[in-house]
């Protein structure tokens, strides 16, 4: 028997004995040790007995992993190991050159470096290639031998080499690393003159005092109202959602009530503080992406009619997590509660208490959501998400536009532009637009370049050929197939047209972010957005804002 097992079993011995000890023999505790001893036993037998030699690190993390499984995905054993990636998470600090690192064409590509941390301060640039770090060449490297390469503590020295477009030979860049604090609020500026806007990316530490401070900025700049986006936010710590909520809502209200089997969990939060301003016409922007803290905050909004969601129906993540401290600097994270909006909504959307036979899970059914009421009487529900008081359609782009930007065409097309025009100079992101002659550039560019893609008629035409083959209609419905075929096969040329406009919009926010860094990308796109425009037209029209918060 192995060291490591001979360790193990005496903790699960001494873990059945205190389990025994404080609880009474009642069935269920004598299932939990029967339980432990069999595992104890069975882990014992597979390490000594099984024909290969086995990890019992490795073994121990699948079986935590796939017992959790069957609860629901958000509780989750977090090793020893992992715990930086986790807080990283959490607080949105880490030790690193401050840049977002992706693999392209199975290199290491800087996809966007922080604006004013160690990679920026360094001189490089989106679309840089890394070829080494310290000396160690990365080919042949996997993604997480590269991060394990990029590791270290702050203030030591990292050597990357670069290879740069444009330059035949590469060049070695010292980096330091620092520690390096991702902001949660990446951008607040003017969507108009008196429209201001703010993006959330995710509830981390003190988010919600960089909110209110970003607000009074814009405030001062001659925002009297206010966009603020959570698309795409899956949420992060519930008191900041509290934060969040009370730069628009008055001290002393009510935010979001938790409930769970143990009384200690059950929780109420109130706002604590006066708020930036209680009447500031507000648009929450949300989308599927939306969760947890995200819909704390759009319920609350919501329910209080304190401002209009515009968007799509949000995840529907109605449960609350904590931390529960392990043995040997592990961390479990265990789902403990429900939470509910000021109305009494619980907006959880799939049952995991109630699974299939096959151990799948679905959705709450309607016949069983319930009704609410906002504080303007609208009429809201439960069990499924929350819905937005105006939908707009998701932004869907054409499969030769989804091919672009898989197969990196926008983004290396967006490197070469910058590199042949670093001369331009522009003051905002929105003076960077592609004339047709620039466009006509990018599709000459392309010739050069191998791209394929296929429709969904096209893939569907080809289900109905295999079909036609197995039931031995195929030879003489041929022709017909011969000229469906014909139909449906893509036109580049054509397609590149017809969806120009999608193409056109990728190109200039990939080229903005060049130029200008995060805040580029999302300026760039303020006058394309569907969302965002929608918002613009709802802010600019105080009645409909009000009808909308006061219908029912």
């Known amino acids: 028997m192995s060291r490591k097992i001979k360790f193990i079993l005496p903790i699960v011995a001494v873990f059945v004995v205190l389990t025994a000890a404080i609880k009474p023999p009642t069935d269920r505790y004598f299932e939990i040790l029967k339980n432990l001893d069999i595992f104890a036993t ?29 609860l629901d ?56 290639e890394i070829h080494a770090i310290n000396g160690i060449s ?53 969507v108009t003159d008196d429209i201001g806007y703010v993006r959330l990316t995710s509830f981390t530490q003190n988010v919600g005092r960089s909110i209110g401070i ?27 959602a509290v934060n969040v909520s009370n730069v628009f809502v008055e001290k002393g209200r009510k935010i979001v009530t938790q409930k769970g089997k143990v009384r200690a969990n059950d929780w109420t939060y109130n706002t604590l503080n006066d708020p930036v301003d209680p009447n500031i016409p507000v648009v929450v922007l949300t989308d599927n992406g939306s969760a947890s803290a995200s819909e704390i905050v759009s319920g609350v909004m919501q329910d209080y009619d304190r401002g209009v969601l515009i968007g799509r ?87 030769i536009t989804k091919s672009l930007v898989r197969d990196n065409h926008i983004f290396y097309y967006a490197t070469e532009y910058f590199y042949k025009n670093e001369d331009l100079n522009p003051e905002k992101p929105n003076d960077l637009r592609l ?30 050929i295999e079909i036609a083959k197995e039931e031995k209609k195929y030879t003489q419905l041929k022709s017909y197939f011969d000229k469906l075929e014909m139909a ?5 040329e054509s397609d590149l047209e017809t969806f120009k406009e999608e193409i056109v919009m990728l190109l200039e926010q990939e080229i903005a972010g060049r130029y200008f860094y995060e805040r580029g990308i999302i300026e760039s ?28």
Not at 168 to 183: G, L, Q, S, W, Y
Not at 216 to 238: H, S, T, V
């Open 435 to 464: 004339s047709d002659a620039d466009y006509a550039d990018f599709k000459k560019w392309l010739l050069g370049r191998d791209f394929n893609y296929d429709t969904r008629v096209e893939r569907e035409t080809q289900d109905l």
């Open 73 to 128: 995905p958000y509780t989750n054993y977090i090793g020893a190991d992992e715990i930086e990636t986790y807080r990283m998470m959490t607080t949105g600090e880490y030790s690193g050159i401050g840049a977002v690192v992706e693999r392209k064409k199975g290199v290491s590509t800087i996809v966007m470096p922080y604006e004013g941390f160690a990679a920026h301060e360094a001189g490089l640039r989106a679309g840089d």
């Open 214 to 240: 970003k607000v009074l900025d814009l405030m001062e700049q001659g925002a009297d109202k206010i966009i603020l986006d959570l698309r795409g936010n899956p949420g992060g710590l519930l008191h900041e």
């Open 488 to 492: 449906t096969k893509p036109n580049k």
């Open 313 to 399: 129906k949000t995840f529907g993540k109605g449960l609350v997590q904590i931390e529960r401290p392990l043995s040997y600097d592990a961390v479990v994270k265990i789902t403990t509660a429900k939470y509910y909006t000021p109305t009494g909504r619980c907006i959880q959307a799939i049952d995991y208490s109630n699974r299939n036979e096959d151990g799948s899970v679905g959705k709450i059914p309607d016949s069983l959501k319930s009704e609410f009421y906002t504080l303007n009487g609208r009429k809201v529900f439960d069990g499924g998400g929350i819905d937005p008081d105006v939908e707009v359609k998701k932004l869907a782009f054409a499969p």
């Open 42 to 70: 069975l882990f014992k037998e597979v390490n000594t007995h099984y024909v290969d030699e086995i990890n019992p690190t490795t073994l121990m993390k699948s079986g935590i992993d796939e017992m959790l499984e069957t």
């Open 138 to 190: 990365l080919e042949g490297k996997s993604q997480e031998e590269v991060r394990f390469l990029m590791k270290g503590q702050s203030n030591s020295e990292i050597v990357l080499t670069i290879k740069r477009f444009g330059q035949d030979e590469m060049f070695d860049v010292p980096v330091k690393r620092e520690k390096i604090a991702v902001d949660s609020v990446p951008y607040a500026g003017m």
């Open 525 to 552: 796109t303020f006058g394309k957005d569907p969302d965002v425009q929608a918002a613009v037209t709802v802010l600019n029209d105080p009645e409909k804002y009000q009808s909308i918060l006061n219908s029912n």
